[in-house]
């Protein structure tokens, strides 16, 4: 899969769309800082500010996770949900994740409570666009979940279990991680924008979602991405 055929996006960038897609993979494959990716890019030859970096991954970044989720096979019918809290300005915010089986991640949801409503919310959100409903469902007691799973999912199969639920609770850690390096989220938006895209991308190969065609590249800005200038 190559890199959006909307060139107009990429019209008054500097880079060509397989170098600034790379930079993205990057920051939201590892858990990386803006400089952590200019750093890697200039042993490649390639000098670029974290800034920059930092306005691709905002520009873009969103883009290619949702690119990811329209091309991903269906995801399984047993899913695992669970919710963490996150300090944003000081207030207390709850990430809401879900996950299959198999530990793809399906959707995540920021929210400033995780009341009956807040998980309605959330078990509608990621059901948007689904031509199906799971076989069963997973979660902790939180009791939100009970209510809303009786109203939005009535004839589904739901497990509550302190212990059936790590699946779901070890895919917070990228977010952890991600936290740590940003000294925290700046508001909900930043929390829900980089958790996604962190869920998603390390789960797809970079071949297959940000095409990075190190000829094009080589030939456009006489680099190569392996080894630095040609």
């Known amino acids: 899969m190559t890199p959006p055929a909307d060139t107009e996006r990429y019209k008054n960038h500097r880079f060509p769309s397989e170098i600034i ?23 490649r030859g390639i000098t670029v500010s974290h800034e920059a970096i930092r306005q691709w991954c905002r520009k873009f970044g969103q883009d290619y996770a949702n690119r990811l989720r329209r091309h991903r096979p269906r995801p399984d019918d047993k899913w695992h949900l669970d919710e963490v809290f996150l300090t944003i300005h000081g207030e207390r915010h709850y990430l809401w994740r ?5 530990d793809n991640v399906l959707d995540i949801l920021v929210q400033r409570r995780r009341n009956k409503q807040a998980a309605k919310k959330f078990f509608r959100k990621l059901l948007k666009g689904l031509q199906y409903v799971p076989r069963v469902i997973i979660t902790d ?30 895919s917070h850690r990228p ?29 797809t190969s970079a071949r297959d979602v940000i095409c990075c065609r190190r000829r094009s590249i080589a030939r456009k800005c006489g680099t190569d991405l392996r080894g630095g200038p040609r």
């Open 21 to 43: 897609s790379h930079g993205v993979w990057l920051y939201y494959r590892f858990t990386l800082s803006y400089r952590d990716v200019q750093e890697l890019l200039f042993a």
């Open 98 to 102: 879900a996950v299959d089986q198999d």
């Open 175 to 203: 977010t952890r991680q991600r936290e740590y390096r940003m000294q925290g989220f700046k508001s909900p938006g930043h929390g829900n924008a980089s958790s996604p895209r962190t869920g998603l991308l390390p789960n």
């Open 141 to 170: 007691k939180l009791k939100s979940y009970g209510a809303a799973k009786r109203e939005i999912l009535p004839g589904v199969e739901h497990r509550q279990s302190r212990y059936l639920n790590n699946r779901c609770e070890n």
